[in-house]
């Protein structure tokens, strides 16, 4: 013990001479450790100001509250979506096909919510189908042709209730004419995630490719001038394709519309996606069997 002892005070003395920080080598053996009252709590600081804490805001409810999107990788290649059509959406005593009444249309939102649907832009398929994208697990594209004031009237407030968003095809020349939406419209559309498309420039008969260039290429650019926003698909007025309109679309677009009772869609119809047309007087069993089963 004492050998011990005697080894350590050696060896203290040692350090001791060993260059600049000798003191604290002899401080640490040498000091006693007084204890330091660490109190159990950190002592709160007063502050100056005292802190309001704001009454919490009430977050706003949608009327219908949609789910959180899910989304899976799909594609590329084949995708099962269907593509609706509508033109006007309005309460009108009439037969015309094209007219469907807001309270059926409110029901066929309704369905497609509550089944689980959710809706995607043509753009966003023609992408899903060429590389792969994350789709919803049940996708729709709702179409509306024309560019018809009553789709931002009626239909654009009901399907902002069910967390919907549409694709426009406009035609150039109707644009903010009367009973045709305006440029602020289809602006506030956009920027809620409307896909704009084109639907040519005077709504012409493509069977006649006189005026392909102007219907078909002019169109594009003076929407996309217009309304400030990529105008990359077109819609085929009254779902007529030519060979000449064909190749003229696939020059200037990434993808096209037509009309078609398919659901599946693929490269082999990008430039005439099957689009089912509802019409004036669809009754709900109708509209489901136009769904995937
Ligand atoms: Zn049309």
Known sequence: MLFRNVCLLILLFMLAGCGPGQGNVIALFMATPTPTNVPATATPIPSATPTFTPEPTATPVPPSATPTPVRVRTGPGEIICPILLYHRVDDL????????????FRQQMQYLHDNGY???????????????????????????DDGDLSVYKNAYPIMV???????AYLVGNYVGTSGYMDVDQLKA???????????????????????????????????????????????FP????TKKAMETVIANYKGAVGLGVFLNQGGYNLYYLWRRPIDNGTDMGTFISYLPK
Not at 161 to 167: A, C, H, K
Not at 197 to 218: K, M, P
Not at 238 to 241: A, D, L, S, Y
């Open 238 to 241: 009254f779902g007529i394709k």
């Open 189 to 235: 559309l956009a920027k809620s995630g409307w896909e704009m498309g084109s639907h040519t420039q005077g709504h012409a008969d493509l069977s006649n490719c006189r005026f392909c260039d102007q219907e078909i290429v002019y169109s594009k650019a003076y929407l996309a001038e217009k309304l400030g926003v990529e105008i990359n698909t077109f819609a």
């Open 118 to 144: 959710q809706t995607i832009t043509v753009s966003e398929l023609v992408a899903a189908i060429n590389f792969g994208a994350d789709l919803p697990e049940k996708p729709v594209v709702i179409t509306f």
């Open 161 to 167: 209730e069910y967390g919907f968003t549409g694709v």
């Open 93 to 104: 005593a009439t037969s015309n096909p094209y007219v469907i009444g807001i309270q059926d």
